[in-house]
């Protein structure tokens, strides 16, 4: 494993068939060449991920919806256009270019424009599309800085470009454009609110939406057990938990700890502003996995803007293990 800032590098790595690790603003993605089966099987097997579970196709600002996807409704230009660069997902119908082996096989693509400078870079030396889910182990955190990544996959990654810390901090959100409406898949950076303005009311996902594999209950889960309480919740939560003997963090805005220091427990501040919670969240469960402990109290966030989807990923964390994860 190579790391570094050099994006000729990088897509001399893509090019024979490796797999780069590199910025987004959501999180670092574990990207290979899309339109290699061979070097999209070499994520499945780092990741240690079921090939049943589809890659989104990241693409340069450049690129033409059309060459990806097919059957593309008005809707989901709009979108694009008033979204990409940036943190959201749109699951169209996949277009020849994309091989089921991307897919999982399915017959739609979830295709994203990432707004980092250096996933730009990277996608424009590179020329094609660069299917990457996040650049961790299966079921685990997502990675928000290089230093995660490398701790994640090691050796099983070729090159991890480094670009500091992820400025979102939750993964894209996603919507499916695939069946005529707009179904949001999977709350994330960026907010409901904005795409609704652009296409209505989003659905929520029903037995009949394409499978996201990856909001599975288990997914997005620390070491730790965490238990997501509403912010009125956290010191009965905490003194419930420390009754139990285990080492016990919470998680919670710093007004939070303003108002309430809590004792016998780790204090681990996040920012006040959803946003600013979404940017620290994976970095703040990861630090508290590092320091050992053994149950973390969160607060949720309200469920506006970015709130939505900080509270999804408390939820996800705290639900229950499966083998999957
Ligand atoms: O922000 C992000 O989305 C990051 C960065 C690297 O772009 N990527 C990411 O990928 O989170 P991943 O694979 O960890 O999560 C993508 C989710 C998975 O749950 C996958 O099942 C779902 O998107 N997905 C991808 N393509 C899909 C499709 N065609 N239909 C339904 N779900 C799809
Ligand atoms: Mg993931």
Not at 165 to 189: K, N, Q
Not at 293 to 314: H, Y
Request: glycine share 10%; hydrophobic share 50%.
């Amino acid at each position: 494993m190579k790391r570094g800032t050099d994006i000729a590098t990088a897509a001399d790595v893509l090019r024979a068939g490796g797999l780069v690790a590199f910025p987004t603003e959501t999180v670092y993605g574990l990207g290979a060449d899309a339109s290699s089966d061979a070097a999209v099987a070499r994520i499945f097997a780092a990741k240690g991920r079921p090939r049943a579970h589809p890659l989104i196709v990241h693409l340069a600002p450049e690129a033409r919806l059309d060459d990806w996807a097919i059957d593309v409704p008005d809707a989901a230009r709009r979108l694009a256009a008033a979204a990409w660069p940036g943190p959201l997902t749109i699951i169209l119908a996949r277009g020849p270019r994309v091989s089921l082996a991307t897919t999982g096989g399915s017959e739609t693509v979830g295709l994203r424009v990432p707004a980092h400078p250096m996933a730009q870079a990277l996608l424009r030396a590179f020329g094609g599309g660069i299917a990457a889910p996040s650049a961790n182990r299966f079921g685990a955190v997502s990675p928000t800085t290089a230093d995660h990544v490398v701790a994640d996959l090691g050796d099983d990654v070729d090159y991890v470009l480094d670009g500091g810390a992820c400025a979102v901090g939750v993964e894209s959100t996603i919507v499916d454009l695939s069946r005529g409406r707009a179904v949001l898949l999977r709350p994330g950076g960026l907010a409901r609110e904005a795409i609704e303005a652009i296409t209505g009311p989003l659905a929520v996902a029903d037995v009949a939406a394409p499978a996201a594999p990856g909001t599975l209950a288990s997914h997005y889960a620390p070491r730790a057990q965490v238990i997501a309480v509403l912010p009125h919740e956290v010191p009965a939560a905490v003194a419930a938990a420390i009754a139990t003997g285990r080492r016990v963090a919470v998680l919670a805005p710093t007004s939070a700890f303003a108002a309430w220091p809590p004792s016998g427990a780790v204090a681990r501040a996040l920012p006040d502003d959803v946003a600013g919670m979404a940017r620290e969240l994976y970095a703040a469960l990861r630090d508290l996995d590092a320091a050992g402990v053994d149950v973390v109290i969160a607060a949720l966030p309200p469920a506006a803007g970015l709130g939505e989807a900080v509270g999804d990923r408390l939820l996800r964390a705290a639900g229950p293990r499966r083998s999957e994860s």
